[in-house]
């Protein structure tokens, strides 16, 4: 049977010290052994922060470094295609942050060495807030919220906390909503997160998204949308918390940049290759005459 959408309320009052607020908590991209000129040195501006040492590897790697500060690298001594991973968890995103690196700067390093992003993990933490965990799974359980998540859990921690599932952790996107006081071991304070997690094309997607603006404003619209659409609920701290301009993610995008990518990655280096084996120089100065009418004929053809 169809779930009737329920009315979201506009004039309810919320806690009155609500705060929020947005960070990454995760990220986990793989980068290509030859970056090209635009890469960026993950390596040397780790070593800068902090000591390396060898680790037990994982993920079908046979390599792998730690950073006195958390971040892991991975990679694999004979199979190059497979790039170097890079694993940054949220205690290592943090000290990065207040050593100068925050969030938006090392996504734009990403999409600069033309990453592949595997996994985000986005955060908002509502401080003094009066929904809990239990109140969103019992709203979920009787169908008392809009959007498109069919499925929803709800685990006791063993730290005593309870965490509510929307969305399923085999799919590409879910998020959580839990007693982070709670995980942290902090009594007499009200500190709960919700954290949206982005898999595969929409942890890329929303990376090359982030990248392109110049403010957090974009992440925190898109966090929204994303959240609102899976399941949005009528509480007073949860409105107040995600009111305002929203945004989702548009995975056809994810092609057009995968054109781009194929041309940087596939065809330079094909070219490169075919004027070093024979000698022709000249294939550049026709290349650039072809590609300027060509894009003549595109002009003409929106005109």
Not at 41 to 53: C, E, M, P, T
Not at 82 to 109: P, W
Request: proline share 2%; hydrophobic share 40%.
């Amino acid at each position: 049977m169809r779930r009737k959408k329920i009315k979201i309320a506009s004039d309810l009052q919320p806690s009155p010290n609500l705060e929020t607020g947005l960070s990454i908590d995760w990220l986990a991209f793989t980068i290509k052994r030859t970056g090209g000129q635009n890469a960026f040195n993950f390596v040397a501006a780790f070593d800068d922060l902090g000591i390396r040492k060898e680790v037990k590897s994982m993920h079908g790697y046979n390599r792998a470094y730690r950073w006195s500060f958390g971040a892991l690298m991975l990679w694999h001594d004979s199979k190059e295609a497979m790039g170097v991973h890079f694993i940054l968890s949220g205690s290592c995103l943090r000290f990065l942050h207040n050593a100068g690196f925050d969030g938006l700067f090392l996504i734009k390093r990403c999409t600069s060495s033309f990453a592949k992003v595997t996994m985000i993990h986005i955060a908002m933490d509502v401080i003094n807030g009066n929904f809990t965990p239990n109140d969103m799974y019992l709203m979920m359980k009787a169908k008392q919220y809009n959007g498109t998540a069919h499925t929803g859990s709800r685990i006791e921690n063993l730290y005593g906390g309870e965490t509510c599932y929307v969305g399923s952790w085999h799919s590409l996107r879910f998020y959580r909503f839990y007693d982070k006081a709670a995980e942290q071991m902090i009594e007499g304070f009200n500190w709960k997160r919700i954290e949206l997690v982005l898999k595969s094309d929409y942890a890329q997607e929303f990376a090359y998204r982030f990248a392109g603006d110049e403010t957090i404003s974009k992440a925190v619209e898109i966090f929204k949308g994303t959240v609102r659409k899976m399941a949005d609920f009528n509480n007073s701290d949860w409105i107040a918390a995600l009111t305002g301009e929203t945004d989702t993610l548009k995975l056809p995008q994810h092609k057009e940049r995968k054109t781009r990518e194929w041309l940087l990655a596939q065809v330079v280096p094909a070219m490169a290759r075919y004027v070093f084996e024979t000698g022709d120089e000249k294939l550049l100065a026709d290349f650039a005459a072809e590609y300027e009418n060509a894009y003549q004929k595109v002009v003409d053809n929106v005109r």
